[in-house]
């Protein structure tokens, strides 16, 4: 295999972006490098000139509460994520989510800067933050700009993000308050390593009565883009938390949703099953959590 000439570890933003530009779009934006490098090794990436990896720029290889919201820099790993205790408690599907991705080697190096920017339909920890309404930022020459994390997708494995001239930087989300909560769940074939055959997350918030008055959905993958299921927020928004709705908005989120036949991973019909049973688990659990019960991490390291 062909290799880099220049790995850069740059010190600040200015750095790295002096960096990208320097390069002219011969260089590539590496976090982790568990995706990229076996891209690269495996041909589905070119070699690029060089890299330039940003986890080490202070402030970005850090979690923090700010402005209001729970921010995440591209230095953070899978491992910082589900270990983070604000996490946990009001963020907790994306704690759930990063918490199963790969083994511990691959959390403790992987970013969840580097799996949104792979762009994959189900990647996990992009399934956690899509349910939280996250949001990603990214930064080039012109500027730094805070987007939904719905616009960072163009299609399977196509990100909006171009990892050779821009970098992103931080992803937010505001943590779950009172009465609200989430949950993540998925279903991996035993010995399955990367992508799970089907994927399921959740947020509701409750208001005194019981009442849901705001509710997230997603299960993935369902399209090239991860994607919400509307049919199953309108299910649910307005009424009572419980079983009989939680299995409607399963049903709901199996009309609105193509669940596609994947020779590698699962047929749709088997994808449509584990949507009817585990959709409703994940809506309980996250309903359990917004009435206050206790936060233990469904899955970790699994
Ligand atoms: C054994 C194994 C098991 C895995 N299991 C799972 C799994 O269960 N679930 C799952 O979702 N994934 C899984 N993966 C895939 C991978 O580990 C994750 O997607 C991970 O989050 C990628 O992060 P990274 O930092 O390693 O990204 P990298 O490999 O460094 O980069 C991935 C892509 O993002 C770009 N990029 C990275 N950082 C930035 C940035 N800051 N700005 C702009 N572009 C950037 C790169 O150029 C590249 O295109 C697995 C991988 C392996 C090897």
Redesign the pocket.
Known sequence: MDHWKHYHVPETLEDAIALLERYGGGA????????????IGQGR?PVPEAMVD??RIAG?ARIDLEDGFIVIG??A??TMITCNPDIVQRGTCLAE??G????P???N????????????P??????GLLVLDGEVE?ADGSGRRWMPLTDAFLGPGK?A?D??R????RMRFRPTGDRAGSAFF?V?RPQ?????MIAMAARLQLDGAGTIVAVRVTVAPAGPVPCLSGAAAETLLGGPAGGERFAAAAEAALDGLALRDSKYRASSAYRQEMVRTHLPKVLAVAAERAAGGPIVLWGEGK
Request: charged share 10%; net charge positive; with cysteine.
């Open positions: 590539r934006v590496v976090g982790g490098g568990t995706d990229l490098l076996l891209d990436a940003p986890t970005l591209c230095g790993t899978h989510s990063c199963v991705i790969g083994g080697q691959v959390r190096v992987a970013t969840l800067a580097g799996n949104i920017a792979h762009a994959l189900a990647g996990d920890g992009t399934v990214t990100s993000i990892h050779r821009t970098l992103l930087t998925r991996m399955g390593v990367a992508l799970p």
